[in-house]
């Protein structure tokens, strides 16, 4: 929730009659979130929002997080890598979940196909990072444009499905079952980000909306695949669900690019938390952009070796120099456990001392309870990353 937005046709006051040219009503739907007490929007209607033709349960959808088979695997740093994901289907099959815990589900997916059928994720928000291709947003918001490099968050169960506009869409989601707000440390007394928050307001990108006219509905599917508690409903509809005249609130998708985060730095290196981007609960969603380095003229700019006893840590790298990795590349994925110590790889450390710049880009997770990987996961994994921290004997 970013701030509030107005868009189309709305009454003077909630709750009253809003009508065409012609007389006839529209019918309110309120979007709340928390109960009655958090951030909420209204949407406007052409037509009863309630009516289906059928409902029973589906086949739709991807698959849940599987327990691994076999004996407990041992404790050790993992690297999935994300290419190994088959390409193919739509984003609301084609999803393979990685990690999970009860607060978060991290999932990957490479689908080359637009959805055929709306989805409403009822089991938590989604906070998506698009890695490659082009794609546009359908929901009652409207119309939202997505492109490589974007966070794109997609409320719980609003209505929605997905457009591809290039032949494969790369992206990793976070299902956020505790919901994802932006960081409250960056929010001033009325709500406004703050001066000193890593973006403005200006830098996220709202739907162009409404998604509808009086005059005219946007056509679409008549089936409304839902998910809650797991489990995938299906509703066939009466009419087009995208038949919003205008919509008032603070519950809307948004797409945000990483590279208009704005990186602190400092004399000395700071901690992973000054890049933090976007909360949960549960976990915290962070940014490591292209910046200068650390200022003090003997300054170790690479992170250092750490033992973060609470928190498991992911990172899905992206683009550049990463100084603290070896053989580690675009797309791949990393999990550092809580419980094991990790760092630099051998040489790293070192090596670092007086750079400059970096120009890595990766997005970073923390969470505090334990990421269990899945048996879907096992195809991606490098074993052989753990072993890639021995030394030659002398520390190199």
């Known amino acids: 929730m970013i701030d509030r937005q107005a868009m189309g046709l709305l009454p003077d006051k909630p709750h009253t009659a809003l009508r065409d040219a012609d007389g006839k009503l529209f019918y309110e739907e309120m979007h709340t979130r928390g109960g009655f007490g958090g951030p909420f929007s209204y949407f406007y209607h052409r037509y009863p929002i309630t009516p289906h033709i059928e409902v029973g349960l589906s086949d739709r959808g991807y698959r849940p997080p599987a327990a691994p088979v076999g004996p407990v695997s041992p404790l050790r740093r993992r690297l999935y890598l994300s290419d190994r994901i088959a390409s193919g289907g739509q984003l609301l099959d084609a999803r393979v979940p990685v990690l999970w815990n009860s607060d978060v589900t991290v999932l990957l997916a490479r689908p080359t196909e637009s959805d055929d059928a709306y989805f409403a994720n009822?089991?938590?928000?989604?906070?998506?990072?698009?890695?490659?291709?082009?794609?546009?947003?359908?929901?009652?918001?409207?119309?939202?444009?997505?492109?490589?490099?974007?966070?794109?968050?997609?409320?719980?169960?609003?209505?929605?499905?997905?457009?591809?506009?290039?032949?494969?869409?790369?992206?990793m989601c976070f299902e956020a079952h505790t919901g994802i707000v932006v960081p409250k440390e960056f929010r001033n007394p009325v709500g406004q980000l703050r001066m000193d928050a890593p973006y403005t307001h200006r830098d996220f990108v709202r739907p162009r909306g409404p998604i509808a006219t009086p005059a005219q509905v946007q056509d679409?599917?008549?089936?409304?695949?839902?998910?809650?508690?797991?489990?995938?409903?299906?509703?066939?509809?009466?009419?087009?669900?995208?038949?919003?005249?205008?919509?008032?609130?603070?519950?809307?998708?948004?797409?945000?690019?990483?590279?208009?985060?704005?990186?602190?730095?400092?004399?000395?290196?700071?901690?992973?938390?000054?890049?933090?981007?976007?909360?949960?609960?549960?976990?915290?969603?962070?940014?490591?952009?292209?910046?200068?380095?650390?200022?003090?003229?003997?300054?170790?700019?690479?992170?250092?070796?750490?033992?973060?006893?609470?928190?498991?840590?992911?990172?899905?790298?992206?683009?550049?120099?990463?100084?603290?990795?070896?053989?580690?590349?675009?797309?791949?994925?990393?999990?550092?456990?809580?419980?094991?110590?990790?760092?630099?790889?051998p040489g790293a450390y070192e090596a670092s001392i007086g750079s400059k710049r970096t120009d890595e880009l990766a997005v970073m997770m923390d969470?505090?309870?334990?990421?269990?990987?899945?048996?879907?996961?096992?195809?991606?994994e490098d074993l052989a990353y753990h072993d890639s921290w021995r030394t030659t004997g002398d520390g190199t």
Request: some cysteine; hydrophobic content about 35%.
């Open 220 to 345: 679409g599917p008549r089936e409304l695949i839902v998910k809650k508690a797991g489990v995938y409903t299906r509703y066939r509809l009466e009419r087009p669900p995208m038949d919003v005249v205008g919509w008032d609130g603070f519950v809307y998708p948004w797409a945000f690019s990483i590279e208009k985060y704005q990186a602190k730095t400092g004399l000395i290196h700071l901690p992973p938390t000054i890049h933090a981007t976007f909360a949960s609960a549960g976990f915290l969603v962070c940014s490591f952009v292209p910046r200068v380095t650390d200022t003090h003229p003997d300054a170790i700019p690479c992170p250092y070796p750490h033992s973060s006893v609470d928190c498991d840590e992911l990172i899905l790298y992206l683009r550049g120099n990463f100084t603290s990795r070896r053989g580690v590349g675009p797309g791949a994925l990393s999990l550092h456990p809580a419980g094991v110590a990790h760092g630099p790889h």
């Open 367 to 380: 969470t505090f309870k334990p990421l269990q990987p899945t048996a879907q996961a096992s195809a991606l």
């Open 122 to 171: 009822g089991d938590g928000d989604e906070l998506w990072f698009v890695q490659e291709g082009k794609a546009k947003l359908e929901s009652v918001c409207g119309w939202l444009d997505v492109t490589a490099g974007d966070y794109v968050w997609v409320p719980r169960s609003l209505t929605h499905r997905w457009h591809l506009e290039t032949s494969e869409l790369r992206a």
